[in-house]
């Protein structure tokens, strides 16, 4: 089993990490993680090319991202939430996806992805309003052939709550593992 991680979070010992070190201990097979805010990825720049050509004009980090997808079997994104939304990182991480959405509609082209399975896992305090965030990081998820997507997991009271210490968030990440160890 291959897992891609996406880590939006800019805190190295944060929340996010903390339920995301909880999912490694439990995780089996291999993993790749993208860290949004220390990977030399830059944001999609609209240049057009994956208009009309398959992959991507910006020869980065993005180039490993991609041939991990091609078949990996599971995708967790992992973020704070900043404004309702995810964080700017990640956003422009997840901007460089655009090769797979113009492959569908403009190339009429097959991504070459396996189908994969997908989820989410969102941490934050403030009014505690993820659905912007969740509906967003869908998008990202079925751009990279995610066909079954597991109910968002959130720890959403940090402020008062070490997200390690919400036992419903912690549940929810054991409840990851076992939807991405289950056969498709």
């Known amino acids: 089993m291959k897992t891609l991680i996406f880590n939006g979070s800019p805190r190295k010992n944060g ?3 903390s339920l995301l070190k909880h999912f490694f201990e439990r995780l089996p097979g291999e993993y790749k993680i993208v860290e949004a805010y220390r990977c030399n990825i830059s944001p999609c720049m609209d240049c057009r090319y994956c208009k009309t ?3 991507c004009a910006i020869q980065d980090e993005m180039q490993e991202v991609y041939d991990y997808l091609k078949d990996c079997d599971n995708v967790l994104i ?3 939430v900043y404004f309702s939304e995810l964080t700017g990182p990640m956003l422009s991480v997840g901007s460089r996806l655009q090769t797979y959405f113009c492959g569908r509609f403009f190339r009429k082209e097959e991504s070459g992805l396996t189908t994969k399975k997908g989820a989410v ?3 934050g305090g403030g009014d505690g309003k993820t659905n912007q965030a969740y509906d967003t990081a869908k998008i990202l998820l079925k751009n990279m052939n995610c066909k079954e997507i597991y109910p968002l997991v959130c720890s959403h009271n ?6 390690i210490e919400d036992a419903q968030a912690v549940a929810g990440v054991e409840e990851i593992v076992r939807f991405f160890e289950r056969e498709q």
Do not use: C, Y
């Open 15 to 17: 929340d996010t990490v």
């Open 78 to 80: 992992a973020s704070p």
């Open 158 to 163: 940090t402020d008062r709550v070490p997200a």
């Open 121 to 123: 896992l969102l941490v």
């Open 53 to 55: 050509n398959k992959g």
